[in-house]
């Protein structure tokens, strides 16, 4: 009995490694992303692709509130920022000078919800996000 569980577990591993070493199954790790790829995701769920003006501007925006995104990633956001209320530290948003950002699918949508619901009282469209994306794909 106990070497037919030994050789069930054994082949569960091997089964998972062999799944993981082919590509059928990817984990949500950090990393699991790119920067051009979560653009390339907004833009597919957007419909359309995304505008770096555009997102420049919705960026900036205080869209009638008192914060814009660049409040507290800064304008450009490819320096160190500091949150608006609490003054801690952001380091850059943009992909070019910090090499972590975009590269977690689920902490980027985490952050997009969080950060837009403080700008805009609500989430963000895809088609917001994917201005956003290109815009800071775009800065170098």
């Given amino acids: 009995m106990q ?3 030994t050789l069930a577990r054994t082949g569960q591993v091997w089964l998972a490694s062999l ?7 990817a984990p949500a ?7 051009a790829a979560e653009l390339a995701r907004w833009n597919q769920a957007a419909g359309t692709p995304g505008q770096a003006g555009r997102g420049e501007a919705f960026f900036n925006a205080t869209h009638g509130g ?8 800064g304008k450009p956001p490819t320096a160190t920022g ?16 910090n090499a972590e950002r975009f590269t977690d699918v689920a902490k ?33």
């Fill in 29 to 35: 790790l950090a990393g699991d992303t790119t920067p």
């Fill in 66 to 73: 008192e914060w814009s995104c660049a409040s507290c990633h």
């Fill in 3 to 5: 070497i037919s569980r």
């Fill in 108 to 140: 980027s949508d985490k952050w997009f919800k969080r950060n837009c619901k403080d700008v805009l009282s609500r989430e963000c469209t895809a088609a917001e996000k994917a201005d956003v994306m290109a815009y800071l794909v775009s800065l170098k």
């Fill in 82 to 97: 500091k949150h608006a209320s609490t003054g801690k530290a952001i380091q850059p948003l943009a992909p070019a000078k």
């Fill in 19 to 25: 799944c993981l070493s082919a590509g059928l199954v």
